[in-house]
């Protein structure tokens, strides 16, 4: 074996060893950071038994809180998938001034701190905001109240639709359409013929995410609920006043919807990938 044949048998074995080091690291972060606290959070949940799993997720403040985040959800989520469509057809499709202003501003809540965009709402609609005053002549509460949890879910989460459907939309162009419009069919002929199709797996990659978001935000949330039990805790506010209060069984237990969901999440977030890649 000569010198060359050898240098190049090290390299490979080198490149080999870096590979496997590189996905040892990746694998002991994955297990450090996500694996280890769920298996933390289950084995919590199950501490005292079955039974008591279940008690905890049935009492009336649990059942309060799911209700509520389900509820929170199924607004939030339909809303920001029809704000996210058509904002995304009109910045792909068209052009207007403003433009970069519109993106910049569907980008606004992944750069504001929820905590922020909560306290945004209490000025505006607390009861010394700045429309408190009409609010509270015509007795209308949206802050510590359901509403107020609706629009700070709505804000943190709609630019998920959005920002998955763009590039999707900006990549295919505008030729489909074009066709379509010289052989005859109207604007939703071609959105529900042509353009959905396109953008039906990028489109549930958005939805998964927004209701994930949804589901477990807390910083927003947490800010305009005023922490009313039974009325305006989520399940991330139910869990945190059980924390609090050392009720940790019952903490973790509800904690492990949410684990549940996140796992459900990447489950179908890897099913979608899949079949976008496939097709």
């Not at 509520?68 to 995304?88: D, E, K, Q, R």
């Not at 809540?109 to 209490?122: M, T």
Request: hydrophobic fraction near 55%; charge should be positive; proline fraction near 4%.
């Amino acid at each position: 074996m000569n010198t060359k044949t050898i240098a190049q048998a090290n390299t490979v074995s080198l490149q080999g060893l870096k590979k496997w080091v590189l996905i040892g690291i990746a694998l002991a972060f994955l297990g450090l950071f996500i694996v280890i606290p769920l298996i933390a959070v289950f084995s919590e949940a199950l501490k005292k038994g079955i039974e008591l799993y279940f008690a905890s997720l049935t009492e009336p403040d649990a059942l309060s809180a799911i209700k509520l985040t389900l509820i929170t959800a199924a607004i939030a989520v339909p809303v920001n998938t029809i704000f996210g469509v058509i904002a995304a057809y009109a910045i792909a499709k068209f052009s207007f001034k403003g433009k970069n202003i519109l993106v910049t501003l569907i980008d606004i809540p992944f750069a504001v701190s929820p905590v922020i965009a909560g306290l945004v709402f209490v000025l505006l609609f607390g009861s010394q905001g700045l429309l408190g005053p009409f609010l509270e002549a015509h007795d209308i509460k949206i802050v510590f109240a359901v509403p107020g949890i609706i629009l700070a879910t709505l804000f943190v989460t709609f630019p998920f639709v959005a920002r998955e459907l763009i590039p999707i939309m900006q990549e295919q162009g505008t030729d489909e359409e074009q066709a379509g419009r010289m052989l005859g069919a109207n604007g939703w002929q071609m959105f529900f013929r042509i353009t959905l199709p396109n953008i039906k797996w990028g489109l549930l990659y958005g939805v998964i995410l927004c209701n994930a978001r949804a589901m477990g935000e807390f910083g927003a949330v947490s800010v305009v609920s005023g922490h009313i039990r039974g009325m305006t805790n989520t399940i991330p506010l139910h869990v945190e006043i059980l924390y609090n209060e050392y009720n940790f069984t019952a903490a973790f237990a509800v904690a492990s919807l949410l684990a549940i969901l996140a796992l459900f999440t990447l489950v179908l977030k890897s099913v979608v990938e899949w079949k976008s890649r496939k097709e």
